[in-house]
């Protein structure tokens, strides 16, 4: 299992555009952050839901590269959330995934998203990847 | 609160055809088992797909109808299965759901479906539910 | 391609419990019909979910099958089901399918499913299939 | 029916931060145009899966405020995206947006993705959308 700090550098390479930062890792499981300003707003003062979309599918990748490293190839093949309650636009959003399914070519995962401070969630999704077969033989 | 024997009165009055029985009830969650047998079964030993999304369903409804009430009109707007392993031919199905969002006119539960005896899931759902206006203004 | 005939053969040998028939086969499509009897119905003479989700799942089978040939194994891997209107009663349950994507390890189709003589779908299905490597290096 | 220029005034008001554009309007229908740009990219080439869920969103919703009127309210309740082919880096993204059921409280939809010029989608959409009952009540 990889640590925290080689997702966090490794995302910061490589999604240097992405705001979302690794909060922790574990078995089969990731946290993950998502600071929350004016860009990431909608009128009515609420999160869009790209945005919560966005920090799910992070929240997935941190916790699948953590389980198979970080040279494995995925591909998000299917992503369904629901959106459950307004997210307060003061609070960062907090991803909780955890993976249900580490096969060989298909892994899925599901990601409770949380405005920090609040009990009841904002949104769930459940998200699943395809593992090339380039990678899937490693 | 409904308890687990009333809930299960109303389940064989109104679903006689289901093969489902109430496990327990809890703060928004219920566990249902559907035994498994030649009826359920697909060529090859696994429980055939329908079968599980029909457990999922009635978790779901018992779930609500203990939060809300036995006279509530629920129906089912969205289920999404991902089917992760392959269910046992010899075990009952579980279905341990809990409910993510008890809304005046929607709600949201999702259900993890289990092989008897196996730790890791063989289904996971995720259902909306919507309360139409009648009794939603209950 | 395979013939309407030859599917049709062969649903009925390898499931003999179904009760869907093949209506029509075509360039990665496929048309099935579903009787509707007592069994089918819930309270309130409306078709059940986990039957519309059956017809939805052989619909696409057949459709993939109809394109990857009929030694090929498919897993349903996800199924995601939205119901948009109370089916008739009486009618029979037709399931229209195209499928989105026909890749070497992952099918994507959607299926929309009708009463019978009603031009409005009662419900609409987006299912994803895994084809295993054994059957992927074909 | 509201018109193209209506609903693309609307749209440029009330959503200034969003890069799409209305490309046309029909009967439950709608397209959408997303221009794609560095922002949009991922490392490798292709369109961040955020950016085509933001499009079908916008797709839905201008369809949506095209049929009941640009006063409503309407929540996403529920999104679920398939990712099919990789997109085009150098190409807009369109969204083809047609209404499966509208409902007074609920409206499902479903948007096909394209990379302009290619004939194959690269993701489908369902969406769900929640008309609050204050609205509802229209």
């Known amino acids: 299992m990889l640590s925290k700090n080689e997702l966090a550098t490794f995302l910061a390479t490589e999604f240097p555009q992405t705001k979302c930062s690794v909060e922790s890792v574990g078995l089969r499981s990731a946290k993950v952050r998502h600071e929350i300003g004016f860009?990431?707003?909608r009128p009515g003062g609420t999160v869009s839901g790209p945005v919560l979309m966005a920090v799910a599918d992070v929240a997935l990748y941190v916790a699948i590269l953590g389980e198979i490293g970080l040279e494995a190839l995925t591909v998000t093949t299917n992503l369904s959330i629901n959106f459950l309650?307004?997210?307060s636009a003061d609070a960062d959003i907090i991803g909780d995934c955890?993976?249900?399914?580490?096969?060989?070519t298909l892994i899925v995962g599901?990601?409770?998203?949380?405005?920090?401070?609040l009990v009841d969630p904002v949104a769930h999704v459940v998200g699943t990847y395809s593992v090339p077969p380039a990678t899937a033989g490693r």
Chains 1, 2, 3, 4 share one sequence.
């Open 110 to 117: 599901e990601v409770t998203l949380y405005s920090e401070g």
């Open 85 to 87: 309650r307004k997210p």
């Open 39 to 41: 860009e990431e707003l």
């Open 98 to 104: 955890v993976l249900l399914k580490v096969g060989k």
